[in-house]
């Protein structure tokens, strides 16, 4: 907070499109979507509109023993994304929520089904779920989460596949070691496991790591041969992120929970939804007195505003998608990152899939190094701002996360900014040896 408070503050105050506007008129790209939430650009007519008219018609009320009409529409548009196959949508009001709900019901559809033993949850090194307890311990208890550390329950890890790639180069990739070492947890751990819980194609919060394709495809494989629920968190991927509806679509895979929230509502409401199977949901039905009832409830969970604002994104994003537009924008994106970054001395590394990508820079001499307190990536994204850029950084890295309906010439500036903000910063930057 120091930190924040000592260096000059941003105080936004309008978003048209990409753009996001302070209140002394500068304009910066949006290079973060607002937390990786943002769709249409920011103050979309569309969207608008479909706010306004739900306004009109009720801004709240509670899903608990009852239901309203634009949340029962938007199941149905929601079981559209897995083919019906997951046609049962438990809402909450954020990503976190949305995991934990699928930790909860997996747990849970366990001991309904007399096998409580299954208990346990295996998830992948570099993970990252969410904030809540439950999210915390599945995640990768390192970072963001070490200090919590005595208050989590332990989870499996597996180690993520060293997997890279930009405008569909793949610069390294090895997922067998991957799959190996998580079938061995497997063999070892299935009859108390309830679930594995995945984000496929791309761990946004561990930097932009990717997987190869297929590497879903397989984790799904075993998961049905050891009887272990799959949970895909598509908190980050879906909604045209990887230029499809999801990454579940796209691959060919049909997890047992499939978790939403970020791009659901556009990046306007705060909103989660899990999608399950109907065998998941018969588990959970009977008479009162038989105890089977799935205790989650959350205020705002399903708020008709959210629901309103996210049928009618996915009504803009499905020809958006068929147009070809966002693949595209993913081609533009890989090949501005490579031209500018490929042979940059302050480059150590760069990835790019979909509307996602990550630079890690270093010191020019590698046999050198900058110390955290440096904050290198952090000084990179301040001075982006001169530029006329919102981007946020990750330890010595940058993430690339631009909204979904970025346009060629915006795409230019979010890598240009990005370029001039490291050649301003990075080569000032002190160095030590490496120790
Ligand atoms: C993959 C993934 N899951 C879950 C979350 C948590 O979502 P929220 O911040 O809405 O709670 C995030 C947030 O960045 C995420 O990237």
Request: with cysteine; charged share 20%.
């Amino acid at each position: 907070m120091k930190e924040y408070a000592d260096n000059p503050r941003i105080h936004l105050a309008r978003g048209e499109g990409c753009w996001l506007i302070d209140t002394s008129g500068r304009r910066y790209l949006d290079g973060n979507a607002s937390v990786w939430t943002n769709v249409h650009g920011h103050n979309d007519s569309d969207l608008n509109a479909a706010l306004k008219s739900q306004l009109d018609q009720v801004a709240h009320v509670t899903l608990l023993g009852m239901n309203h009409v634009v949340a029962t529409e938007l199941a149905e548009d929601l079981s559209t994304l897995t083919g019906g196959k997951l046609a049962r949508c438990f809402y909450t009001d954020n990503g976190s929520n949305a995991v934990e709900v699928a930790l909860k019901l997996s747990f849970q559809y366990w001991q309904l089904v007399g096998r409580p033993a299954k208990r346990g949850v295996i998830a992948m090194s570099g993970a990252y779920h969410g904030d809540t307890f439950g999210t915390m311990s599945a995640g990768d208890h390192r970072g963001f989460h070490q200090r919590f550390e005595p208050w989590l329950f332990s989870s499996h890890k597996f180690s993520a596949p060293t997997h890279s790639e930009c405008a569909g180069r793949i610069q390294q990739s090895d997922a067998k070691v991957s799959l190996r070492e998580l079938e061995t947890l497997l063999k070892a751990q299935a009859s108390e496991t309830a679930c594995l819980i995945i984000e496929p194609r791309v761990q946004g919060a561990a930097g932009m790591m990717q997987q190869p394709k297929g590497f879903i495809n397989a984790v799904e494989k075993l998961c049905r041969q050891y009887d272990v629920h799959l949970i895909l968190d598509e908190v980050f991927t879906a909604f045209g992120r990887l230029g499809a509806l999801t990454v579940a679509e796209q691959e060919g895979v049909t997890p047992d929970f499939l978790c939403l929230a970020k791009g659901l509502t556009a990046g306007y409401l705060p909103m989660g939804a899990t999608l399950t199977s109907e065998k998941i949901y018969q588990a959970f039905e009977g008479d009162f007195s038989e105890g089977r009832t799935f205790f989650h409830g959350h205020t705002f969970s399903g708020n008709p505003l959210g629901c309103a604002v996210a049928r009618a994104s996915l009504k803009k994003l499905r020809p958006m998608i068929s147009s070809g537009q966002l693949t595209e924008s993913a081609a533009l994106l890989g090949k501005e990152i490579e031209s500018t970054f490929s042979t940059h001395t302050h480059v150590a590394r760069y990835r790019q899939v979909g509307l996602t990508g990550a630079i890690d820079f270093c010191p020019a001499n590698r046999e050198r190094r900058w110390t955290a307190s440096l904050r290198a990536g952090y000084k990179v994204s301040l001075a982006a701002r001169r530029h006329g850029l919102i981007i946020r950084p990750l330890g010595d890295s940058i993430l690339f996360v631009p909204p979904i309906a970025i346009k060629p010439d915006e795409i230019r500036h979010l890598i240009k900014a990005v370029r001039l903000a490291a050649d301003e910063v990075l080569p000032t930057l002190q160095t030590d040896t490496l120790s």
